[in-house]
């Protein structure tokens, strides 16, 4: 992507790295509320064992992880379906907390999506967990997710939308603060990923509406922000640093917990196949 562009996305991760860990941790996705009396920590599984069946995961599998964030859901998907799996994320940090990690099936990189070598049809499967949004191009992303995946590998988004009715108020308060503030290059509408998937000449299978199921994640991360507030030292100070550009990301939280109850966000998971 466009260096100033992945330069703003990497600082994000970087200088949220307390943040994210301590807020919500290693997992830096949705949760997914299927039963609705799920521990947080069980939702973020929840989401990353739906993107493993989805992908029809078996053991000896290589998967291609896009935007891996800490290499946390490629550790659960080696972990849970015996598959190895090569990650690719901006940040740098994230990057060296996943090698702390240690784990011999899962390989991730700090690198630039958009601009990766991987060879041609040398996956079984790929995913793209929340990191399409961050992406300038993400019908170029999807078209490279298609070319270094197999005939007949499957690949699965899961996406923050921007609902096709959302009022305007909604996308000038809420909609675009969220994405200059999370350096979310933008949110295209469920049309958009399916004319993106199209266009990479993939067969779609499913796109499925979780946001009911997500959305509560959210009031989590505000609850534990509040508390961390009161009594977490390192955090408190951080959020109050005037030298911290990207503290604004805790006022995010609010605007996307608000455009999720008016539905001005979606939610959507799409699996999809290559022919």
């Not at 990057?95 to 999506?113: K, L």
């Not at 999807?142 to 996308?171: F, H, N, Q, Y």
């Not at 604004?248 to 022919?275: D, E, H, S």
Request: proline letters at 3%; hydrophobic letters at 45%.
């Amino acid at each position: 992507m466009p260096e100033d562009i992945a330069r703003e996305v990497a600082a994000h991760y970087d200088d949220l790295d307390l943040f994210y860990r301590r807020i919500w941790g290693e997992q830096v996705h949705h949760g997914l509320w299927l039963q609705g009396d799920e521990t947080p920590e069980e939702a973020a599984l929840g989401l990353t064992r739906l993107v493993g069946d989805r992908l029809r995961l078996e053991a000896g599998l290589r998967v291609c992880d896009v935007g891996c964030g800490y290499g946390r859901t490629a550790a659960e998907l080696a972990e849970r379906f015996g598959v190895s799996v090569q990650g690719l994320t901006l940040s740098a940090r994230q990057a060296a907390v996943a090698a702390e990690r240690g784990d011999p099936r899962v390989e991730i990189r700090c690198a630039d999506w958009l601009e990766n070598d991987l060879p041609d049809a040398s996956f079984d499967a790929a995913l793209a967990v929340e990191s399409t949004e961050h992406m300038p191009d993400p019908a170029r992303a999807i078209a490279g997710m298609a070319r270094v995946v197999k005939p007949g590998g499957r690949i699965v988004l899961c996406c923050w939308l921007r609902a096709s009715d959302a009022r305007k108020w909604e996308t000038r308060h809420l909609l675009d603060p969220i994405c200059k503030e999370g350096r979310l290059a933008g949110m295209g509408t469920e049309r958009d990923y399916l004319d993106w998937l199209h266009a990479a000449g993939l067969e779609m299978l499913d796109a499925e509406d979780f946001t009911r199921q997500v959305e509560k994640t959210w009031s989590v991360c505000l609850r534990r922000t509040l508390k961390a507030l009161l009594h977490d030292r390192d955090l408190r100070r951080f959020l109050m640093s005037r030298h911290q550009e990207n503290r604004v990301f805790a006022i995010t939280l609010l605007r996307i917990r608000a455009a999720y109850l008016l539905g001005a966000m979606r939610y959507v998971v799409f699996t999809a196949m290559r022919p």
